[in-house]
């Protein structure tokens, strides 16, 4: 089972910026999509970026560009850079490895933008 830990969430007012980082554990990072999904309270899980394991990227609408997903093999690690906060953005972000039979998932990092 390959682990994700994210850091880097925290309270930011509108039109800051935070960056998010996941660490993954075990060796098929390299040959795996990536993203980062956020759930908002009473709301479902959403999709905001993906990059894909030649870094291809897509992102949510509604943050493009404001928000930038990249990777970096040679430490296992992907990050989201925000930029441009809205009180909208404000959810919990997680990590996700695409994997079959399952995805792999972090524990989520808070994002609270205040007005």
């Known amino acids: 089972q390959v682990q994700l830990v994210e850091s880097g969430g925290g309270l930011v007012q509108a039109g800051g910026s935070l960056r998010l980082s996941c660490v993954a554990s075990g060796s098929i990072f390299s040959i795996s999509a990536m993203g980062w999904y956020r759930q908002a309270p009473g709301k479902q899980r959403e999709l905001v970026a993906r990059i894909s394991s030649t870094s291809r990227t897509t992102y949510l609408e509604s943050v493009k560009c404001r928000f930038t997903i990249s990777r970096d093999n040679a430490k296992n690690t992907v990050s989201l850079q925000m930029n441009g906060l809205k009180p909208e953005d404000t959810a919990v972000y997680y990590c996700?490895?695409?994997?079959?039979?399952?995805?792999?998932w972090g524990q989520g990092t808070q994002v609270t933008v205040s007005s």
């Open positions: 996700n490895l695409e994997r079959v039979p399952n995805d792999d």
